[in-house]
């Protein structure tokens, strides 16, 4: 067991108390996921079972109400921080723990795709999972043979069963190295064909990667201009002063202990983030 799953149960039982004893502002959280392999699906099980016991899960619909008004659900979820659940790229396997995991919960959760790639054929697609989705880190070659995106059928089964299609841009590009016609492009561009396919607009977008290098000034500005909302991957709780165009969101690696992924949604290591919150906010 890694030390970061060691220490993961006493980190949580401490944060769990100073979360009790220590006030802070209602709010809620985005918890972020990727590809759930099949063996990871009982994880993930596990996790939105943890949460709907504890935060409790609100969804995409009031997510998106709280984060434009700052006025929290009329009905909240039990807990103080609920959390949306949110699954990047639109890798195939979120069709199948939508079915598996989500619906048999009543859960709906944000499904951000990159519409540029779903009808790449399959090699071509692969090549840009490989060199933009993951960033370079490993060769088409050697991923997964069974890895591929949701189809626009697979895409509306998950709208028709009243999840939110968010746009992650074009083609998963990181917004930071494009600008001009570029920018506006993997931006602008993944909207119309979004809106196009899936028959109606989104307030959300989910910029590449997630990080605070990874955005700019310039392409919040552009995102703004077609989407209400803009998701980062930068930890953090969203309350009534967090702009709309930079919520926080906290990743939860599945492949880590259950005191891990609890910590990680439930605001645990904010802490190591504060500087990003803050340069992330300087861009709005």
Known sequence: MRTRDVLAGPALLAWSV???LWWSPPGFRVAVFHDVAAHNTEAL???VDDLISGP???TPGDAARWALSGVPPMDPPSGHHPVVLSFDDGFVSNHRIAADVL???GIKALFFINPGLVDLPEAAQRTALANNTLDGAVEPSHLPPDLRLMTW???GDLADAGHEIGCHGLTHLRLSQLSGSALEHEILGAADL?????GRETDWYAYAFGDIDSITQSALRIIGRRFPICRSGVRGLNTSETPSTAILAEEVNLATSPSHRLLAAQGGLDFRYRAQVKR???LT
């Not at 979004?194 to 899936?198: F, G, I, K, M, N």
């Open 45 to 47: 099980a596990a996790t």
């Open 56 to 58: 409790g899960i609100l």
């Open 18 to 20: 100073y979360s009790k």
């Open 280 to 282: 992330l906010q300087d």
């Open 194 to 198: 979004l809106a196009e396919r899936v």
């Open 153 to 155: 059928r697979e895409i």
């Open 103 to 105: 619906e048999p919960r």
